[in-house]
């Protein structure tokens, strides 16, 4: 994971720890690649399993990444003891997602005490070149666990 220099060993090993703990990131082979105050991505190989007809990234996955590249972007912000949910998103497909990995990015609009409005994008790549597929708004819930 890079981007970790820019954030607390402390909060990089919570974020880690939530991150493993997803099931299915670790089904679909996700990795959360960067870590910074208000932004992270996760990047996901390609694999036919995770194909829609077409052969392209399934739009489940692409939203899966991105909800989750949000989530943690607001994550970062919050204190220990804390966690997050999403209350809400809007995705718009703006290109088929044709890569051999596909990388979600979220960042953060503009924080709250309890909800957190994010930005997220998906990119395709392939050869080098990366292709926006996917660009959403979404908004978190800090909670409490009980």
């Known amino acids: 994971m890079t981007g970790a220099a820019a954030v607390s060993a402390e909060l990089a090993e919570r974020v880690q720890a939530s991150f493993a703990r997803q099931g299915v990131m670790g089904f679909i082979g996700a990795e959360l690649r960067v870590l910074a105050p208000g932004k992270v991505e996760i990047r996901v190989p390609y694999r036919p399993e995770l194909s829609q007809q077409n052969g392209f990234l399934h739009a489940g996955i ?27 998103f809007k995705m718009n497909f703006l290109a088929p997602a044709a890569g051999d990995h596909y990388v979600a990015t979220g960042t953060v609009l503009k924080p709250g005490r309890r909800l957190t409005v994010c930005q997220a994008e998906v990119h395709a790549w392939r050869g080098g070149q990366a292709t926006l597929c996917v660009v959403g708004l979404m908004t978190t819930v800090r909670v409490t666990p009980r």
Do not use: K
């Not at 899966?64 to 919050?78: E, H, M, Q, V």
């Open 62 to 88: 692409s939203t899966t990444i991105a909800d989750s590249a949000g989530g943690y972007a607001a994550y970062s912000l919050f204190e220990p003891g804390e966690d997050v949910l999403t209350s809400e």
